[in-house]
């Protein structure tokens, strides 16, 4: 296991400090509701004071029928308490270094306004001291004491750190858990990750592009991607983000249309290996049967029952990467047709 000193640094780092829209969320969890019914959700990288994903389940934990929500927070929250007070005595003139866990297991209208709502919520922690605890550690998810309520958990969500991307995954791999998560789709390069993806324990979600962040008001200004909306809130946009997990989808059963034939004047083959070239995913033919390099981007159309994944052109391929008449081109998912 990796020092605290990662994890403190991972915190710094203006990559990991993106705060995912309560409406991302919601677009992406339409499709999984039926998977959440009395399951134990685990959020452990989410203070529930700033996290759209506390608040979505919170806010649906009937809806969903959930047996249990749980978040975990690291240490340095830049905003924790400020939305829904904490119970604790807190040094003001110190800055705010706590971690700890909230721990849901029902939610009502406790203020008996005819509705359930975030409210409830804060009613809830504010009045129940069986829900919000300190930890005794940092709140570094691969810590034991996060790892004692990763075994409780049947479903793991959140936005980890893309910089402990690999890690994350790793410790949910080893502990059997069903993830929905969101990443970078740089992370599909990993070896350790595509390795996942291409013996079907993983796989993509539905969004596959653009997704606009909250940033910290520390983040400096950049000249692309990068805006200040109208209550002074800093927001930065990624064009590479995408969700990753094995929670059993209808996106992964669609076949994908295919219209093209092939012709060897129009799909060469590489130099440095026996497989032709596709430029896009949306070419590939429907008559073709050996091996074949595509973009990237096939592996969010991908369908098991269709194709089978080979390789990278990374692992796969001398040099390296893929070569056409001595020209080195973008890096290619290795993939064959299923007969």
């Not at 400020?82 to 270094?97: G, N, Q, R, S, V």
């Not at 996060?146 to 791999?173: G, Q, Y």
Request: charged letters at 25%; glycine letters at 4%; aromatic letters at 14%.
């Amino acid at each position: 296991m990796a020092g605290n000193n990662s994890l403190n640094a991972a915190i710094k780092a203006k990559q990991d400090e993106f705060y995912t829209q309560l409406i991302d969320i919601e677009k992406e969890l339409k499709y999984y509701k039926h998977h959440f019914h009395e399951k134990v959700v685990l959020c452990n990288c989410d203070d529930p004071y700033e996290s759209n994903f506390f608040k979505y389940f919170a806010l649906n934990f009937n809806s969903l029928g959930l047996k249990k929500l749980i978040a975990t927070c690291y240490n340095g929250s830049p905003i924790a308490g400020d939305e829904l007070p904490l119970l604790f005595e807190i040094d003001e003139t110190e800055p705010k270094k706590i971690a700890y866990k909230v721990e849901i297991s029902e939610v009502q209208d406790y203020n008996n306004d005819g509705a359930v709502n975030l409210a409830d919520v804060q009613y809830l922690i504010q009045n129940d001291k069986n829900v919000l605890s300190l930890l005794k550690g940092n709140g570094d998810f691969r810590s034991q004491e996060c790892i004692e309520l990763l075994k409780e958990a049947d479903i793991v969500v959140t936005n980890p750190p893309f910089s402990l991307f690999r890690e994350f995954i790793a410790l949910m791999t080893e502990y059997e858990k069903k993830i929905l998560v969101i990443g970078n789709q740089n992370a599909i390069h990993y070896k350790d990750i595509f390795t996942l993806i291409k013996d079907n324990k993983i796989w993509l979600g539905y969004k596959f592009g653009d997704m606009s962040f909250q940033v910290p008001s520390y983040f400096e200004p950049r000249a692309t991607r990068y805006w200040v909306d109208e209550t002074g809130q800093k927001w930065r946009s990624l064009g590479n983000v995408c969700w990753f997990t094995n929670l059993d989808i209808q996106k992964r059963k669609e076949e994908m249309v295919l219209f093209k034939f092939y012709n060897p004047d129009e799909y060469p083959k590489y130099d440095n290996y026996d497989a032709i070239n596709i430029d896009k995913t949306s070419e590939i033919p429907c008559d073709y049967y050996e091996e074949m390099g595509v973009p990237v981007t096939f592996i969010d159309k991908y369908n098991p029952e269709q194709f089978e994944i080979i390789g990278t052109s990374t692992i796969s391929m001398s040099k390296g990467a893929p070569y056409i008449n001595g020209k080195r081109i973008y890096e290619r998912i290795l993939i064959r047709r299923k007969k």
